[in-house]
């Protein structure tokens, strides 16, 4: 008896915790800044089957008249990027784009990836490209083997309309209009060992200043983008490296960039969902180091521009040759995406700029099989951000359950962290767009959808709710060639809820855009 009523004492303790209720809060009010569409942008790298099998192949039954895959061009156009990387990542190093232009292509072994480079694809064929999808270019400088005037005769190629030699240069190859190429990326990833031409934080600094000049004289309307931390190996002292930059660089530059790849290689689902916490808190920590060396007016912003999960095809042959990091991504991964995309929204004021590393074939959301093609898992948050959350990001009060990440939470790679504590089971962003407010919600659990109550503190939802849900029947789901299991799925819209506040239940390990107009 006595057993009895203990169990019945701690079912009945334990019941509000299960049953409560969680609460979203929107006051439309709390604007945090402006979410500039260039958060929703990516990164094409002469690596593995990104572009040549993936974005260019003649020999394909879906290649247009110049080469390019229409399936894919499609997919992009689809997915509405921003702006586009190009030519690296670490290929750049050692990236002299002379070889790749005009009618004498010069092959040469690709140090980075460890293949041939015939240098069939270069700048004028990626504007062909880019013109084709509707995307913003952004260049990247060899800052590893090149030189800075090797950088300065690209800018004149690409933005001088006429006279100087390499104006010249381009017009004789048969394109009169300069490409007006804003986006400039002052070397890649220089910070770290694996980098062709590496540099100590200050010859960095100092390299790229001597460049970021002369590439302005020689157009003063180009952003620069400098080269941030990527290097959280163990000995890298990343903050050195940050405020080095930002230092010396102040003045020069308008953002930093800053990189990072998750990875799930101790299959802990919930460590693995947290790594966006990771991101968030050296996002802060950049912002704060900003704060202190911007003293300029030249205001300097950060550029995530490579970001994604990648660890199963790393460190071993999956790492280099034509097959190098096809990585095939599960609804788990998509749900990492959109925790990197909250981030991204939710420090819209410093964010300006994020890429996701890559677009096509290596660690990608579209993948093509011979002359098929499909949309893996983590297309689907990109295209619905991109879509979809725009205006102003809001500030969102969020209360509900938490959990800790486990004591030798990692991210995946050779980096560790201090685990996490209190993550909650609901990653929440919102922006205010005119009058319409749209809700993001990863719910983090696996197993159990969580009842919110969304209260709208100022403007009110005053007509029905669009529901757009990206889920899939578990954590290890995939799509593949022939299937689609995780996709986005519009849901019935939500009626008028005729007050301020809204329940909705969000399922176990899914994510859902809540959007409606407000008054
Ligand atoms: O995106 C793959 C590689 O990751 C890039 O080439 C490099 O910049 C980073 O290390």
Request: glycine share 6%; charged share 25%.
């Amino acid at each position: 008896m006595k057993r009895l009523y203990v169990i019945l004492l701690t079912a009945f303790l334990a019941l509000p915790a299960f049953a409560q209720t969680a609460r979203i809060k929107i006051d439309t009010d709390r604007k945090i800044g402006e979410i500039d569409k260039n958060l929703y942008s990516n990164f094409t790298e002469h690596l593995g089957r990104c572009i040549y099998g993936g974005l260019y192949d003649p020999e394909s039954s879906q290649a247009d008249e110049a080469g390019l895959r229409k399936d894919v061009l499609q997919a992009i156009r689809d997915l509405n990027v921003s702006i586009t990387r190009y030519p690296g990542g670490n290929f750049v190093s050692n990236y002299h784009w002379l070889d790749g232009v005009g009618p004498n292509r010069k092959p040469r072994l690709e140090l980075a990836w460890q293949r041939m480079e015939s240098n069939e694809f270069g700048t004028d064929e990626f504007m062909d490209f880019a013109r084709k999808v509707g995307t913003e270019p952004y260049f990247a400088i060899n800052l590893g083997t090149g030189t800075i005037e090797e950088a300065q005769w690209w800018v004149e190629y690409c933005n001088i309309k006429e006279g100087p030699y390499y104006a010249e240069l381009r017009r004789k190859y048969g394109h009169d209009e300069p490409y007006n190429i804003k986006y400039w990326g002052l070397g890649n990833e220089m910070d770290g060992d694996w980098q062709m031409g590496q540099l100590s934080p200050m010859d960095y600094a100092k390299k790229a200043r001597e460049a970021a000049k002369i590439m302005t004289y020689t157009d003063p309307t180009i952003k620069l983008i400098a080269s941030g931390s990527s290097n959280y190996t163990p000995g890298a002292d990343p903050d050195e490296w940050n405020r080095t930059v930002l230092d010396y660089l102040d003045g020069f530059v308008d953002y930093i960039a800053l990189h990072m790849y998750v990875g799930n290689a101790n299959n802990n689902y919930y460590d693995f969902l947290a790594t966006p916490i990771i991101m968030d808190q050296r996002t802060q920590l950049v912002r704060g180091m900003i704060r202190e060396y911007n003293k300029s007016d030249r205001p300097i912003k950060i550029a995530w521009d490579e970001y994604n999960v990648w660890y199963r095809a790393r460190d071993d042959a999956s790492s280099v040759g034509i097959h190098a990091l096809e990585e095939h991504y599960n609804l788990e991964d998509a749900l990492v995406i959109a925790g990197f995309l909250n981030c991204f929204v939710r420090n819209a004021d410093i964010v300006k700029m994020a890429n996701m590393a890559q677009l096509v074939n290596v660690i990608a959301p579209i993948f093509v099989e011979d002359d098929k093609m499909y949309l893996q898992t983590i297309y689907y948050p990109l295209q619905l951000f991109a879509n979809n959350m725009k205006g102003e990001a809001l500030d969102v009060f969020v209360d509900c359950d938490k959990y800790d990440t486990s004591p030798d939470f990692s991210l995946g790679r050779n980096e560790v962290n201090a685990s996490v504590k209190d993550v909650p089971y609901l990653d929440v962003t919102a922006a205010l767009d005119g009058d319409e407010l749209i809700v993001c919600v990863v719910n983090r659990n696996k197993d159990k959808a969580i009842a919110t109550d969304i209260i709208c503190q100022q403007a009110k939802f005053s007509g029905p709710v669009e529901v757009y849900e990206i889920n899939g029947p578990d954590i290890k789901a995939e799509n593949t060639v022939s299937t689609t299991t995780v996709t986005t799925q519009k849901k019935a819209d939500l009626k008028n809820p005729g007050n301020a506040n809204l329940r909705y239940s969000f399922p176990a390990h899914s994510i859902t855009m809540l959007k409606g107009k407000v008054k």
